[in-house]
C-alpha cells in the first residue's frame, strides 16, 4: 500500500514515467535460465465504473468493477481491462480509503492479474502512483510474477509491466465426479456483485469456485484446488456471450504443502469436471519467514451478497512481546453461505513490511479461530518481495495475537 515500501521498484517507476512513448519498461536484473523476462507499457482508459454499496461507514466493504480500454502507445486498441476493488479500511487521510485493488488485462494472447491495496481518493478513480504485484497470468503469461506501475496521464493511465514467467511448465490432470452450484443475488446493477458459488468432488481431489458478476457475461473468478498433498489458488476473468459455457483458462497464482511455492495456469472444462493443470515449481531453496500479529483496529463486519464481509488494519510484530513492531497490514475477508457441506472464506491480506510488501490469498474452509492452523499461498510483493511465492501459516497464539510462519522464494 505505502510507495515508499516498494524500494524494488523505484527505479522502474521513475524510468518509466520519463520514457518516450515507445519506450519499454525499464531492465530488470538478468532472468534465469528457467526463466523468461518480459517488460512493456500500455495505456487504459477507463469506461465505465460500477460501485455496490453495502451500508458500511466509510464505505468499507463496498465493491466497485471498473473496467476499460487498452492501447499501446500509438493509440491502437489492443485489449480490456477490468479491476474488482473492495474498500478495506478508511484512510488515516482525510477523503480517502484503502482499496483491495484486483487488476487484470486481456491483450490477444493472454490476461495479466496484479493486486495490491491502494490509497484513493474517497469514492473515486486513483490519482497517484501505484506500484502493485503481478501475481499470475494465462496463455503467453502464465507464472507471470514481478510488478505493475499505475500512473495516471491525463485521462489515462499508464500501465507498465515488468515481469518473469517460467519457460519450463509440467503438465498433469485431474477429474472431478461431481459440481455442486448455486447463486446468490444482490441489488448492483447488471447483476454486478451476484455470486455464484460452486464445489466439486472427485476422490481425494476437490475445488471450490467463488465468481463474483463484473459485468453483463463477465465474471472474476476465485479458484482454490485441494487434494491430499496440497492446494493451488487460481484466479480468471471470464466472458460468456449468450450464456454459452466453455472451457475457461485461470492464472495459478500460488499453492500451499506440496505445491507450495508453484505457479502456471490450468483450464477447466465447460461441465466443471476436468482439469488441465501447468505448473513450474519453484527453484532452489525457501527461507524460512516467521511474525506476530495483533487481532487489528476499526474491524469492520457487515452482510455481502453471498456472505459476510470482514475489513481490518493491524500490526506487525517481530515476537509475541510486541516490543518490536515490523510493519503493517491491511486484510479482507468473506466467509460466504454454505456450498456442498463446507463454508468457503476468501481472504487477502497485504503485509506492509519496512523493505517490501507481500500480498498473501487464497479460499480456506476454516478462518483459524478454532485452533486450527492455516495456510495461505503468497501470491506476489514489491520490494524485498518482487516476485514472491510460498505460503504463510496461521495459528492463534491468543485472542488478540496471531503467529504467521511459513516459508518464500523470491
Known sequence: MKLAVALGAVTIAAT???????????????????????????????????????????????????RGVVTDTSGKNVGTLTA?????????????????????????????????????????????????????????????????????IGDKYLLAYDFFVEKDMKNSTLSFDTVTSKTVTGDGSQEIGDVTLARAVGGDDSYISIATRAGTGINSIDLQVFTADGSLFARALSRSKGGATRAQAYAVLGGTGT?????????????????????????????????FEDAGKGVTELAVTGGTFLGVEGEMFQKADRKKEVGDYFATRIAYEEIDGVTPILTMLEQDFKTGTMIVSGITTTAGIDGAAVARPIIGGTGDYIGASGQVTSSEESADLWRKTGEIWR
Open 16 to 66: 518509466a514515467l520519463v520514457a518516450p512513448p515507445v519506450a519499454a519498461a525499464p531492465a530488470a536484473p538478468s532472468a534465469p535460465t528457467a526463466l523468461v523476462k518480459k517488460s512493456f507499457m500500455v495505456y487504459s482508459k477507463f469506461t465505465s465504473r460500477q460501485v455496490v454499496a453495502y451500508g458500511g461507514a466509510d464505505n468499507v466493504g463496498d465493491l466497485t468493477i471498473t
Open 84 to 152: 474488482v476493488i473492495r474498500v478495506v479500511a478508511p484512510s488515516f487521510k482525510k477523503d480517502a480509503e484503502l482499496r483491495d485493488t484486483q487488476s487484470s488485462i486481456t491483450l490477444k494472447d493472454g490476461t495479466i492479474f496484479a493486486q495490491a491495496v491502494n490509497e484513493d481518493p474517497k469514492g473515486k478513480p486513483p490519482v497517484d502512483l501505484h506500484i502493485m504485484p503481478v501475481t499470475g497470468g494465462t496463455g503467453a503469461y502464465a507464472s507471470a510474477r514481478g510488478t505493475l506501475l499505475m500512473r495516471k
Open 259 to 291: 505445491y507450495s511455492g508453484y505457479r502456471g495456469e490450468l483450464t477447466l472444462d465447460a461441465n466443471g469436471k476436468s482439469m488441465r493443470l501447468r505448473l513450474a515449481k519453484p527453484g532452489g531453496s525457501a527461507k524460512p519467514i516467521a511474525w
